[in-house]
């Protein structure tokens, strides 16, 4: 049985920048129920890139001792990328902003595992194909590269919001 590529679709994770003198990494309450933030990114696709993403010294702002670190992006919750991993992350995100560089205009990555109902069996499932324009992973990772060079000046950080 052949599947049609699916473009990605929410939930979504949200990233945000804040100059550090401007906003508490814990004030993040009137951001939660909005949909605005400057970078949305679909699930499946930061699910995709979560390897590379997992090697980024991040901060939980959830927890009351916000000196503990950690690596990689809360799924579902909040996460501070600030100096001390701002730096990894420009990196990153400077070299798959190259490599996607030199993809077909139509990219088609591989999804998530999933099977058809009725039967939900582990065994007859596929890996869904998400189907994505080049030019617009290209800007979702421009965006988020420039987010992340702010950040590792110092002066900034970045604020993500997991689904």
Partial sequence: MSHRPVQPSGPYHDFWIFAESARAYSDYDDLLSRKDAPVRVPDDLL?????????????NPAVSNQKQT???????????VNKQGAENWERILFHLKELYQG???????????T??????????????????????????LTTLHEFARQA???SHYVLHLGM
């Fill in 47 to 59: 699910r995709y890139f979560n390897d590379c993403f997992n090697w980024i010294p991040t901060l």
């Fill in 70 to 80: 950690g690596l990689g992006f809360n799924y579902y919750g909040l996460t501070i």
């Fill in 103 to 113: 993809a077909p205009d139509l990219i088609h990555l591989t999804g998530p595992w």
């Fill in 115 to 140: 099977t058809d109902p009725p039967t939900h069996s582990s065994t007859a499932g596929y890996y869904e194909v998400l189907e994505i324009k080049k030019t617009w992973i290209i800007s979702v």
């Fill in 152 to 154: 590792s000046t110092g």
